[in-house]
Each structure stands twice: as C-alpha cells, then as structure tokens.
C-alpha cells in the first residue's frame, strides 16, 4: 500500500516573483504586461527559461545567492491572476511575505517604482483578483508606473508603450529586476528605503 508523502514546507530561502501580464502575443509589449517583461528579465540575467507550466502560469527557477526564486507569468489573464496566485502559493508553499507580485501601477508617473508592503489595488484588476483570492490586501508588490492616460485606462494599458518609452523600457525593466533582488537578498523594508526615493 503507497501512502502520499506529505507536503514538503518551502525552505526558508524561496521567494515567489509573479508578474502581471496577460498571455498572447499581441500582448506582450502592452503597458499592463510590464510584470511579464521583468520575470524575463529577471530569468535572462541568471540564465533561467520560464517555460513549465504549474498551476495555471508559466514558470521557472532561477538561484540568487543563498535564494531560490520561483519566477511565474500567470495564463489565467491579468483580470483572473488571483487564480494563478493562489495556486502557485499552494503549490511552492511559499508564505505572503515571501511572494512579490510586479504590476504596472497607473498612479506613478512612467519610470518610477514602489515598493508597499500591502494596500488597496488602485483600481487594478489583477490586483483586485488576487486580494480577492488571498482575503487581504497585505502582501508584498513592486509597483511600476505607466502613467494615467487623459481618456480611457483600459485601452491605454492594453496598448503598446511610446516610442519615448520603448527606448527607456530597457533600464527600467532593469531597475524593477533589481528592486526584486535586493527585496530577497535583503528584506522589503531595506527595499523600499532603498528604492522608494524621490
């Protein structure tokens, strides 16, 4: 008689990086994927593939130092990530604290990021799904402003940045993947001291 192993808990050192997208090619160069572009980034710089699917998301593995980071794109689209979110977080057993959710944030100016240990959604759907999914708005997320356009947010999120900004996407995508590390290598409140200047 096979008896099921029980659950392994996560060692103390995995992090859980989701990022905010929504699947399909004429999306991935949209405003609202800006989540996407930094779990490739983030896999890029240390030789990772985010290709397997697990628990309704592409996923992968990357080390960082002393930590195991479990990098995911959820598939469910972005206004269903609580789905994703929820099952990811069961299956690595990865606790709220140490599971960083990157979003693009129409209330900053493109460019800027912040760092917040929790807080309401500001009106993003994805965000929305995943308090919903969680029961509270405590976890922790790097917000990466777009900006708010004049007429409708829906279609300006959905739409591909400007020239302007496709040519600073590059460091900024950079930056946010650097904001991830230094979160897992040193704590959010380090992080957002660190990050949440100016």
């Given at each position: 008689?096979?008896?099921?192993?029980p659950a392994q808990?996560?060692?103390a050192?995995?992090?859980?990086?989701?990022?905010?997208?929504?699947?399909g090619?004429?999306y991935?160069r949209s405003?609202?994927?800006v989540?996407?572009?930094?779990?490739d980034?983030?896999?890029r710089r240390h030789?990772?593939?985010?290709?397997?699917?697990?628990?309704?998301?592409l996923?992968?593995r990357i080390?960082r130092?002393?930590h195991e980071l479990?990098l995911a794109?959820?598939?469910?689209w972005?206004?269903?990530s609580?789905?994703a979110?929820?099952?990811?977080k069961?299956?690595?057993?990865?606790p709220l604290d140490?599971l960083l959710?990157?979003?693009d944030?129409l209330d900053?100016?493109f460019?800027r990021?912040?760092i917040?240990?929790?807080?309401s959604?500001?009106?993003?759907h994805g965000?929305d799904?995943?308090?919903?999914?969680?029961?509270?708005k405590?976890?922790p997320?790097?917000?990466?402003?777009?900006?708010r356009?004049v007429?409708?947010a829906?279609?300006?999120?959905?739409?591909?940045f400007?020239?302007?900004e496709?040519?600073q996407?590059p460091?900024?995508?950079r930056r946010?993947?650097?904001a991830?590390?230094?979160?897992?290598?040193?704590?959010l409140d380090?992080?957002?001291?660190?990050?949440?200047r100016?």
């Open positions: 008689m096979f008896r099921r192993k808990p996560a060692p050192d995995r992090w859980l990086v989701i990022g905010l997208g929504n699947p090619r004429e991935e405003r609202h994927n989540g996407f572009l930094v779990i980034e983030l896999a030789g990772g593939r985010v290709t397997d699917r697990a628990a309704k998301s996923t992968g080390r130092g002393e479990v794109k959820p598939q469910t972005m206004n269903l609580g789905q979110a929820k099952a990811l069961g299956k690595y057993d990865v140490r959710v990157v979003h944030e900053l100016p460019g990021l912040r917040r240990s929790g807080g959604s500001a009106g993003n965000l799904s995943l308090i919903g999914s969680f029961g509270t405590t976890f997320r790097i917000r990466v402003g777009v900006g356009p007429g409708d829906v279609d300006y999120v959905l739409s591909p400007t020239d302007d496709r040519a996407l460091d900024l995508v946010v993947a650097d991830v590390e230094y979160t897992v290598e040193h704590g380090r992080a957002m001291t660190e990050f949440n100016g």
